[in-house]
Antibody, heavy 121, light 113 residues
Framework: EVQLLESGGGLVQPGGSLRLSCAASGFTFSSYTMNWVRQAPGKGLEWVSA????????YYAESVKGRFTISRDNSKNALYLQMNSLRAEDTAVYYCAKSTGGSCYSGIGYWGQGILVTVSS | DIVMTQSPDSLAVSLGERATINCRSS????????????LGWYQQKPGQPPKLLIN???TRESGVPDRFSGSGSGTDFTLTISSLQAEDVAVYYC?????????FGQGTKLEIK
């Protein structure tokens, strides 16, 4: 059974940093593209970043480019999102999400339960 | 970036009736070399993460009831629920994964009339 468990969220001041982690199990982690998707309170889904299983290429939404860094450790079955220069508009539930394949260009088949990041002074 | 626009923003349908949600992309998401539309449909119930219902515009995921179907090609797509059940109350999103950044529609809230 696929399981994705996010950790590392919480309250941070504007301009601060936070590192999200996602522990994955139940599948061959290195073979799949992994994503971070966020959802601001009461709002819709916003794709944030992906790291492709087939190539380890990384992609970012324009809203986080230059501030967030996605990475993975295949030996630990772990996905990370380093978030720097955080802004109030980054406040959201962040989902770790597994794509349906190793290609960068595939749908998102499994989602974690999400973790809340609050950016506020 | 490809912009995804859903219509309507909200929808109220009677139990047992058909529900139709539309999604339009600002450019084609049909990849000609494999004739696949890079479009997915997701269901999100309150307090839960999203769930993939339909992949490649029309392929129902395992375990998804057959009352859910996806259709369309190129830039215009439709999610149809043939006979609405109470458990289908949710927000539905389309997403394109044809090009990065992949993008979601704004969501359609489906309620019971």
């Amino acid at each position: 059974e696929v399981q994705l468990l996010e950790s590392g969220g919480g309250l941070v001041q504007p301009g601060g940093s936070l590192r999200l982690s996602c522990a994955a199990s139940g599948f061959t982690f290195s073979s799949y593209t992994m994503n971070w998707v966020r959802q601001a309170p009461g709002k819709g889904l916003e794709w944030v970043s992906a790291i492709c299983g087939s190539s380890d290429s990384t992609y970012y939404a324009e809203s986080v480019k230059g501030r967030f860094t996605i990475s993975r450790d295949n030996s630990k079955n772990a996905l990370y999102l380093q978030m720097n220069s955080l802004r109030a508009e980054d406040t959201a539930v962040y989902y770790c999400a597994k794509s349906t394949g190793g290609s960068c260009y595939s749908g998102i088949g499994y989602w974690g339960q999400g973790i809340l990041v609050t950016v506020s002074s | 970036d490809i912009v995804m626009t859903q219509s309507p923003d909200s929808l109220a349908v009677s139990l047992g009736e058909r529900a139709t949600i539309n999604c339009r992309s600002s450019q084609s998401v049909l990849y000609s070399s494999n004739n696949k539309n890079y479009l997915g449909w997701y269901q999100q119930k309150p307090g839960q993460p999203p769930k993939l219902l339909i992949n490649w515009a029309s392929t129902r995921e395992s375990g998804v009831p057959d009352r859910f179907s996806g259709s369309g090609s190129g830039t215009d797509f439709t999610l149809t629920i043939s006979s609405l059940q109470a458990e289908d109350v949710a927000v539905y999103y389309c997403q394109q994964y044809y090009s990065m950044p992949c993008t979601f529609g704004q969501g359609t809230k489906l309620e019971i009339k």
